[in-house]
């Protein structure tokens, strides 16, 4: 089965600009997951969605982070303005759903985002 | 509040040697645990987890309650490990994923 799908897979943009990211789940996966990766860290949760519903955004900083996933397949997250420490790698996971025996997480390649 | 904590950065090890990459985790109730690993120039992928008590690629983990840790172990190290390994807990299946900082092993000949 093909892979979950990010673009672009790098991003230079200069602080203060605005900057969107997207991902294509795994055909019938209905959770999906961003996640933050600074360097040297371990990925951190922005967002989850079940379908196109939002289970988990306390981590998301909702003053300049967004993000949908509208028809609950494909999902788009935007900064805007983005800042110095926004730079990272931008993880986008998905998995069938929460069943014991179907959460396994498949992650994306990420989205490599420079902020100079 | 949910802490994983993977106290070595880099773990070096000659081919053939014992490799054990500890974890230590924090969390009020029964968190599922995971071990992920990514290779060079691949993505991040599930190694192993603690519910399905399975051996993968010769490494295993136990789940020490008591001590709060879930450490992975391998008896004999191979180049083709080495790769950055990370912890991750889950508060309950199908929930997000908290993990470690990652600990880098390299399996050198």
């Known amino acids: 089965e093909a892979g979950v799908a990010q673009s672009p897979r790098y991003k230079i943009i200069e602080k203060r600009q605005s900057v969107a990211f997207w991902c294509n789940p795994i055909?019938?996966?209905?959770?999906l997951y961003w996640y933050q990766q600074i360097l040297g860290q371990g990925p951190k949760l922005l967002i989850q969605?079940?379908?196109?519903?939002?289970?988990?955004d306390s981590q998301l900083p909702k003053d300049r982070f967004s993000a949908e996933r509208l028809k609950g397949v494909d999902s788009t997250l935007k900064i805007q303005p983005a800042k110095l420490e926004d730079s990272a790698v931008y993880l986008c996971?998905?998995?069938?759903?929460?069943?014991?025996?179907?959460?396994?997480?498949?992650f994306g390649p990420g989205t490599r985002l420079t902020v100079t | 509040a949910q802490r994983v904590t993977q106290p070595e950065k880099l773990l070096s090890v000659f081919k053939g040697a014992p490799v054990e990459l500890k974890c230590n985790y924090s969390?009020?109730?029964?968190?599922?645990l995971f071990w992920y690993v990514q290779y060079s120039r691949q993505r991040l992928q599930l190694l192993l987890r603690?519910?399905s008590r399975e051996s993968i690629k010769g490494f295993t983990a136990d789940l020490n309650k008591g001590e709060t840790s879930f450490h992975l172990k391998k008896p004999f190290a191979q180049e083709e490990d080495s790769a950055m390994y990370y912890c991750?807990?889950?508060?309950?299946?199908?929930?997000?994923?908290?993990f470690g900082k990652g600990t880098s092993l390299l399996v050198t000949p």
């Open positions: 603690h519910i």
């Open positions: 969390y009020s109730g029964s968190p599922e």
């Open positions: 996971a998905s998995s069938l759903g929460t069943m014991s025996t179907s959460y396994e997480q498949y």
């Open positions: 991750a807990l889950s508060r309950n299946s199908g929930y997000a994923l908290n």
């Open positions: 055909s019938g996966h209905a959770t």
């Open positions: 969605f079940q379908n196109n519903g939002v289970v988990d």
